[in-house]
């Protein structure tokens, strides 16, 4: 299966699936966006299935990776995010 991007194109502007923008800020809002605190927030949200009951299978189909093989668009993501007003 191919991977999955968080990413979409609408109207010609690249947005940020609603859902994994939403997982992402959740886990900011719990424990800041340092980097790699975040990221360790990220893996213990998705492992407990604490945000809307989602773990790391559901996020993986939103665009959200936690493998070495999808860090750089997640980190793109996490990123994107936290720049946001």
Known sequence: MP?????HIVGGVET???????FILFC???QGNQWPALYDEMCRVA???LFRGLG???LREVG???GLG????TI???NAVAALP
């Open 64 to 66: 959200v990776y936690f």
């Open 3 to 7: 991977p999955r991007s968080a990413w």
């Open 47 to 49: 492992g407990r299935r």
């Open 16 to 22: 940020i699936n609603p859902v994994a923008r939403d």
């Open 56 to 58: 790391y299978d559901e």
């Open 76 to 78: 793109r993501i996490v």
């Open 28 to 30: 900011i809002h719990r």
């Open 70 to 73: 999808g860090i750089k668009d």
